[in-house]
Structure formats: C-alpha cells, structure tokens
C-alpha cells in the first residue's frame, strides 16, 4: 500500500479538495483506495456525511486510543472502490495528550501497520493544516507527500512544514510532489512561481487550475470527477494522478533495473 499525505502548514491551501479527488481519481482507475481524514476540522468527514465530527467512537480517533481495531472504522462511500476513515474534532485534543509518549508520532503508523497489505492499493491522507502532533503522525508513514501552493503565503509556510519533515524523516526516503493550486491570477501565479524558485522548491509537472466546480464539492459527495467530469478541474486532477502513479511506477522500474 502506497501512502500518500496532502499537507501544508497552511490553511486554505487547497488540501482537502486534492486529497478527496485525488483518492476518488485513483479508484475510478481500478486502484483499492482508503482515504483518511486526519484534519481535525473534518472537512472532507463532512463532504462525505460520514459523521457529525462531534463523535469519534467511529473515527480515526478510536484505535488510535486503542479502543478499536483500525478495519472496524473503514467504511465505504459512494464512489466505487473508494473506503473511508473519518475524522472528529477530538481529533486535536487526542494530539495534544499524546505528547507525553515516547515516540507519539509513530502511533498513526503503527495503527497501520494493522492493514493487510493486499487490502488496500493506495491510502491518500488529508493532513492537518497546522504544526501539530497530529501533523507529526500525519508524515511518518508517508511515501509521497503532496503540496498544494495557492499563494505566496502558502510558499513561506512551507519551511515550517519541511524542517519538521526533516525532523521526522532524516532518511528522505519519500516523495514529494509541490503542485500550484488555484493560482487564477497571472501575477499571483508568477510570483509564487519566482518564490518558489527561490526558495529551490522543484515545481510538479501538474497544476490544479482555478475551477469554480472544484469549489463546490461539499455539495456533490467530494468528487467533481462525477458531477463535472469534463471540466477543466477534473482534467487536471486526473493528471495529477496520473503524475502520482509514473512516480511510483518509475520508482518501481528503477528497483527492477537494480536487483
């Protein structure tokens, strides 16, 4: 099972509605696909109707306090093989209390690890927007992380983002993919792009281009790929799955040529 986290320590950035389509693009390809939600806010939880966000007995949160096990909160959506872990505003408060622990940041993938490898093709994660133990855990177990930059803000957030990421994960055996999201002003978009190029931070092959469609997945199940599949939005989500697959398949070439 690949793990794919969409995060920025940035709100607003656009992760949500990459990560939703993102894991509903995957499964419309035939991938066996499991979105978590690991953003307190439970915003995509709250695209989906998988709860009120208030409760957390059938959240994420119940095995990672250990009060169940990881497949009793997978449950399916409307999009075929496409399963979901939602989140709870409690979500925050289980980050802050598990600070104390040895090793807290691993907890998310030790729960994992419960996982038939076979059961699942891809797990794509919605990340929480802010620094946090939650955060933490959110990036220890990913191999690919992607990262949206809708502006210049989101470009000086993303160091505080990358030295924990240094912090966490000092081997660099992962991916990331930093994807401009959003930009539908020309000088917006040129000034991120200079900033970005500043700061050395490779820009990926695919963009997700303002669509007002995209802006309204709260109101069609998440997925503009089933209410406006031949929208400019859609276009470009499939070919930033497309993106994430020839990386992953590259990577597997390469292990292939070296054995």
């Known amino acids: 099972m690949k793990i794919v986290t969409v995060i920025n320590a ?30 307190p ?30 497949t009793d909160v997978i449950h399916p959506t409307i999009h075929k093989n496409l399963s979901f872990i939602a989140s709870a505003f409690a979500l925050e408060e289980f980050g802050r209390d598990i600070v104390q622990s040895d090793d807290y940041y ?26 946090s133990p939650i955060m933490e855990n959110s990036i220890y177990p990913a191999d690919l992380f992607i990262i949206p930059f809708e502006s210049t803000k989101a470009v000086k957030s993303y160091a505080n983002f990358y030295s924990l990421l240094m912090e966490i994960r000092p081997a660099n055996d992962y991916h990331l993919l930093h994807v401009l999201n959003n930009l539908h002003r020309a000088g917006l978009r040129k000034r991120v792009m200079e900033r970005m190029h500043e700061e050395h931070i490779p820009i990926a092959q695919s963009e997700i281009r303002n669509c007002g469609w995209l802006a309204q997945v709260d109101e069609h199940g998440g997925s503009i790929l089933k209410y406006r599949p031949r929208s400019k939005g859609a276009q470009d989500i499939l070919g930033l799955r497309d993106e994430v697959l020839d990386l992953f398949n590259s990577k597997k070439r390469k292990k292939v040529a070296n054995a």
């Not at 957390?56 to 095995?63: G, L, Q, R």
């Open 10 to 39: 940035k709100g607003g950035c656009g992760k949500s509605t990459i990560a939703m389509n993102l894991a509903a693009a995957l499964a419309k390809d035939g991938a066996k696909v499991l979105l978590s939600d690991m953003d």
């Open 41 to 70: 806010q439970a915003q995509v939880t709250e695209w989906l109707h998988a709860t009120d966000g208030l409760t957390w007995e059938d959240t994420i949160v119940a095995p990672l306090l250990g009060h169940a096990e990881l």
């Open 106 to 131: 691993e907890l998310y993938g030790r729960v994992l690890a419960q996982l038939s490898p076979k059961l699942f093709d891809f797990l794509i994660v919605d990340a929480p927007n802010q620094i």
